[in-house]
């Protein structure tokens, strides 16, 4: 299974909050990555993607929240976004909870997840509050 890697300082937004919760998305990956030393056990995978689901959706309503105050102009499309996603982790929670092979599957999802958080970070929430900051 490749190596999800650590948050870096070019996804810092510049909301000490939101880093640290992006963070913490990012060591949640790290743990999914870590069942393999429990050979990916059915309860152990369960419990860390019920953690990730509520800490993902308790992250998406702060940054929201934070986002709305800053009176970010494309509030709806990046509400969009963020369930979006919640829907497709709760999706892969509940195959993971099916499926044989959930080795194979917890490394897709890994990979998954952190390329999205990437991106997002990236292209999606920098640009967010670097506008709103400027009134747009
Ligand atoms: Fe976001």
Known sequence: MPSLSNWNSSLNTGIANIDIEHQKLFSMLKMLEDAHQ???????????????????????????????????????EHKTIHQTLLDKVIGYRQKLMTIDDRESLVAEVGAFLQNWLVQHIL??????????RKGS
């Not at 292209?123 to 709103?132: H, L, R």
């Open 38 to 76: 429990v050979g990916f056990g059915a309860s152990v995978v369960s419990g860390i993607m019920d953690e990730l689901c509520d800490y993902t959706s308790h992250h998406f309503s702060n940054e929201e929240q934070q986002l709305e105050q800053l009176g970010h102009s494309q509030l709806q």
């Open 123 to 132: 292209e999606v929430d920098i640009p967010a509050f670097q506008n709103s």
